[in-house]
C-alpha cells in the first residue's frame, strides 16, 4: 500500500491485487472478532443518570459498528472510489471522513484480535505462541497494523 | 381588593436571578493508557474527535502514556457523554467521572 497522492481532504493509496484482498479478508473477520468495550464510568455501583448512558453507550457503538461494516464494504466495492487499474492494482481515493472510517474499522479489528489473543503486552515482549486456534488472529492483527500505519502516515502527514 | 405590589418604575424582574449560582453538574472526560493502541494514533484520535492541534494532542497522549491517564476535558453531562461515545468509537479506553467540586 502506498501513498500516490496527498492534497488538503483527499489521500490517494495504491494498492496491490494482494494487499486489497488482505484488506477485504481483514474487514471480512469484523464479525469475528468484536471488541469489549470500558464501561463508560469504570464504577460498577453506577446509579441514575449513569446506568441509563452505559445503556445508551452501548446502543450506540453497536449501531456505530453496524453503520461503520456498511459503509467500508461501500466504500472497498466502489468502482470510483476503489478504482480498479491494470493488473489487478486499486486506486483507493479517501476524503478525511472515509480514511478516519476505514482507521476505525481497522484499529477495531486490531483491538478486538488483541483481545482474542489475550491481551499481550508486546511492550514488556510478550508473545502469543502460534497454534491453530490463535493464527488467524494473528493475521489480522499484524495486518491491520501494517494498514493503519499507511493511513496514519497520511492523515497525519497532511500538518 | 387586594392592592397588587408592582415594580418600581425603572427595575428590572430578571428571571434567572432565581437560579443564579446553581449550575449544572461537570465531568471529566478521561482517557486510560492501554497496551494496543499507537501512540499516533491516539494522538490522531484526539485531534479528530476535539480539533486541537498536534502540540496539545500530543501532551495529552503523553499523559496517557506516561501516567497512565488524562484529563481531556471538563463538560456537563450530555457533552461529556458525547465525547466518549466518540473516543470509545475509536476504541480508546475513555470514561466520565464526576468532577467532584
Known amino acids: 500500500m502506498k501513498l500516490v497522492s496527498r492534497e488538503p481532504g483527499r489521500l490517494v493509496f495504491r494498492l496491490n491485487s494482494r494487499e486489497y484482498d488482505a484488506l477485504r479478508a481483514a474487514v471480512a473477520l469484523r464479525s469475528h472478532l468484536t471488541r ?5 464510568t469504570g464504577d460498577t455501583a453506577v446509579s441514575g443518570p449513569l446506568r441509563g448512558a452505559e445503556e445508551d453507550l452501548d446502543e450506540a457503538l453497536k449501531a456505530h459498528r453496524d453503520e461503520l ?4 464494504d461501500a466504500l472497498l466495492s466502489d468502482s470510483v472510489r476503489c478504482a480498479l ?8 481515493t479517501l476524503d ?3 480514511a478516519n472510517l476505514l482507521l476505525q474499522v481497522l484499529n477495531d479489528l486490531r483491538v478486538g484480535a488483541w483481545e482474542r489473543l489475550g491481551c499481550p503486552d508486546f ?3 510478550e508473545r502469543p505462541e502460534v497454534n491453530e486456534g490463535n493464527f488467524i488472529c494473528l493475521w489480522a492483527f499484524q495486518v491491520t497494523e501494517l494498514f493503519e500505519a499507511h493511513l496514519l502516515d497520511g492523515l497525519m502527514g497532511e500538518d | 381588593m387586594t392592592p ?16 443564579k449560582g446553581v449550575r449544572e453538574p461537570e465531568y471529566l472526560v478521561v482517557c486510560w493508557n492501554d497496551p494496543i493502541n499507537a501512540m499516533l494514533y491516539v ?10 492541534d498536534r502540540k496539545k494532542a500530543e501532551k495529552h497522549m503523553r499523559e496517557v502514556h506516561e501516567q497512565g491517564r488524562s484529563v481531556l476535558t471538563r463538560e456537563g453531562f450530555e457533552k ?3 465525547y466518549v461515545h466518540q473516543l470509545q468509537k475509536f476504541s480508546l479506553q475513555a470514561t466520565l467521572e464526576p468532577a467532584g467540586d
Do not use: C, K, N, Y
Not at chain 2, 494522538?43 to 486541537?52: K, L, Q
Open chain 2, 43 to 52: 494522538t490522531h484520535v484526539f485531534r479528530t474527535v476535539f480539533g486541537w
Open chain 1, 123 to 125: 511492550e514488556a515482549g
Open chain 2, 80 to 82: 461529556a457523554e458525547f
Open chain 1, 36 to 40: 469489549r468495550r470500558r464501561p463508560l
Open chain 1, 96 to 98: 478525511t471522513d472515509d
Open chain 1, 69 to 72: 461494516t456498511t459503509s467500508v
Open chain 1, 85 to 92: 487499474q491494470p493488473r489487478g492494482v486499486r486506486l483507493l
Open chain 2, 4 to 19: 397588587v405590589e408592582m415594580p418600581l418604575p425603572g427595575t428590572e424582574i430578571r428571571p434567572d436571578e432565581a437560579s
